[in-house]
């Protein structure tokens, strides 16, 4: 039961790190200048609201085209 948990928690966390690194990378390549005043200015609350906002387009692009 417990190798259950420890690998069900293991593949959400790892879900969670591939999806912050490839909206990581997709800001670069779209935005980078809100990629880098995000990083230069704001600190790491603008970095993670700029991340969110790419994550929710994406899902949004992801539904219409559903």
Known sequence: ?????????GVVMAAAALLTAI???????????????AIGGGGRQTLVGALAAVIVEAL???VRWL
Do not use: F, G
């Open 1 to 9: 039961m417990l190798a259950r948990t420890v690998t069900a928690l």
């Open 60 to 62: 949004e692009r992801v």
């Open 23 to 37: 909206a990581s990378i997709w800001l670069m390549l779209a935005d980078p200048v809100a990629l880098a005043h």
